[in-house]
């Protein structure tokens, strides 16, 4: 069995599958790509790449990531005949110190917020991009901030879909005006009284003087500096739980990736923290079943009911890895996979777990002529996040501490100092300890089924990066609720309803994931890749 890199797509595509052997970037924004792709022109690597198209992101793509959200990252570096080694980074911030349970409830909650500062977390974006920098990089920092400082300061073209998002979100901050952490929201994000239109310049000289300052510093000043003591200050100002020490305090984490072995390939994610082990579990239960063909209603059903039961696992086991009660190992060992495919029959199930929502998030994939790979990913977690925006800086600080519980007995209860349950999850495909490249599927809890159908796309059905991604999806909503993108035959449709799901046709296909995915020939080293046609990406080739 292996990965195809030939023409051939079965679904309808704007896009052909790209080929290169220099080098590859690939992203959801096309100013992006093109920023990581010139720095592979410049002599940089893919970790150089990966970071200036991150900080690109940052400033075209605000509805989904920027500088006060987290980040994480899976990168290969290449040593010799496709082998390497495979490193993971994980760039997910804590609770502040006067974060607590106690605290969340005085202030009138019954569970976390989503907007506001309650749900906000110590950012660690800026963190990863100087943390790969320092131990992969090649370039100078300044060098790699550049294009996301000039496209900021002279203002960028704003894309359809995430004109779409921007409008969306307008509503809701708009709605809270009158909080004065979220207020400035406006000013940053809707200078115009509106959100951008398609085609619209929006520009923001306060994010363009922030990022100078992070390439000045190696973005010492966010965590260390001037820029922390305006965001302790502004916290301090209107009612926030975010200090200057939680800021001090932070450095991202080398981690060891993990993995589980799908028909003779190795599929490796980030460990907990990251909901990547869902994505795992599933295809542990799915290598228990027999492929067949990718319309037949028996496979749909088995994937449906195999995500259902390991994101069940998921929420009651995943939290920060200091606080796990169950091990890595157990939940994705042979046996407690057998246990749990035997509850597979032929209806529906409904496993009562947290209900998965949507999620704002920005993927990335990147390679070099030497082979080196990066499969990263940034996010604020709900669109703009909390919609708390520091004054003058541009910044816009994430929600991920929504994700905390406030019950005492879940293994996810908020703690000072503690890293919540993560949606963001990054990809990477090797066989044999040969790299085979990385892959992502963005969007909140769609991550790891986003994950799982496209692997199972590569690998089971042979299809290419584009097509792999181009095929419509499905998605577990919550009990027995799921969705189904358009594509897919109505005769699916009129057998997952009569076995006991509750069908909803996809509308809108922007909560179904957005992904990209490079893989490098084993035996020619070209790189094949594909790019999301639900959003703006585009892939940049040297």
């Not at 708009?174 to 115009?192: H, K």
């Not at 984490?253 to 072995?261: C, K, Q, R, S, T």
């Not at 994705?332 to 029959?345: K, P, V």
Request: glycine fraction near 12%; aromatic fraction near 8%.
């Amino acid at each position: 069995m292996s990965l195809a890199f030939d023409h051939n797509n079965p679904y309808p595509s704007r896009r052909s599958a790209t080929y290169s052997q220099r080098g590859m970037v690939a992203a959801s924004q096309p100013q992006a790509s093109q920023a990581g792709r010139d720095m592979l022109a410049q002599g940089g690597n893919a970790v150089d790449a990966a970071i200036a198209t991150a900080a690109v992101l940052s400033v075209v793509e605000p509805s989904g990531n920027g500088i006060g959200g987290d980040a994480f990252a899976l990168v290969w570096m290449a040593e010799a005949d496709g082998r390497g080694q495979l490193h993971g980074l994980n760039a997910s911030g804590h609770a502040p110190a006067a974060l607590t349970p106690e605290a969340v409830r005085a202030a009138g909650h019954s569970e976390m917020p989503l907007h506001g500062w309650t749900p906000v977390t110590v950012p660690g974006t800026p963190a990863a991009w100087a943390t790969l920098s320092q131990r992969f990089g090649k370039l100078d920092f300044a060098t790699l901030l550049a294009p996301a400082i000039r496209i900021a300061r002279e203002g960028f073209p704003v894309s359809p879909v995430i004109s779409a998002l921007w409008q969306r979100a307008e509503g809701e901050f708009r709605a809270r005006a009158d909080d004065p952490a979220v207020a400035p929201w406006l000013d940053a994000f809707a200078p115009l009284g509106r959100a951008p239109r398609p085609g619209e310049l929006h520009r923001n000289e306060a994010q363009a003087r922030t990022l100078e300052a992070l390439a000045e510093s190696r973005c010492e000043s966010f965590y260390r500096g001037a820029l922390a003591q305006t965001i302790d200050a502004f916290s301090r100002q209107t009612g926030g739980y975010l200090r200057a020490e939680d800021l001090a305090g932070y450095t991202p984490e080398w981690v060891e990736p993990i993995a589980a072995d799908y028909r003779g390939y190795q599929v490796w994610e980030i460990p907990p923290n990251g909901q990547g082990m869902v994505a795992l579990m599933a295809l542990r239960l799915m290598e228990g079943f027999d492929p067949s063909v990718r319309d037949d209603p028996e496979l749909l059903h088995r994937q449906l009911e195999a995500m259902k039961l390991a994101y069940t696992d998921g929420h009651h086991h995943i939290t920060d890895s200091g606080h796990m009660r169950t091990s890595v190992a157990a939940l994705l060992s042979d046996a407690y996979a057998d246990t749990r495919r035997r509850l597979i029959g032929a209806t529906a199930i409904d496993p009562e777990p947290g209900k998965p929502q949507a999620g704002g998030t920005v993927y990335l994939a990147t390679a070099d002529a030497d082979g080196n790979m990066v499969s990263y990913i940034q996010s604020n977690y709900h669109g703009f996040g909390s919609g708390v925006v520091v004054p003058d800086t541009g910044i816009s600080l994430q929600n991920r501490g929504h994700g905390f519980s406030l019950d005492a007995d879940h293994v996810n209860v908020l703690a000072p100092g503690k890293r919540t349950f993560h949606t963001i999850i990054p990809g990477f495909l090797s066989r044999d300890g040969i790299g085979l490249g990385p892959f992502g599927v963005m969007g909140g809890f769609m991550q790891p089924q986003g994950h799982m159908q496209v692997v199972m796309n590569l690998i089971d059905y042979g299809l290419n990066p584009q097509a792999a991604l181009d095929a419509p999806r499905w998605q577990w909503m919550g009990g027995r609720q799921i969705g189904i993108e358009p594509g897919y035959p109505l005769h699916l449709v009129r057998d997952m309803a009569a076995r006991g799901h509750q069908v909803s046709l996809a509308i809108d296909s922007t909560s179904y994931g957005r992904g990209q995915i490079i893989l490098r020939h084993p035996d020619t080293g070209v790189y094949c890749g594909g790019t999301e046609p639900r959003t703006d990406s585009s892939i940049a080739v040297l």
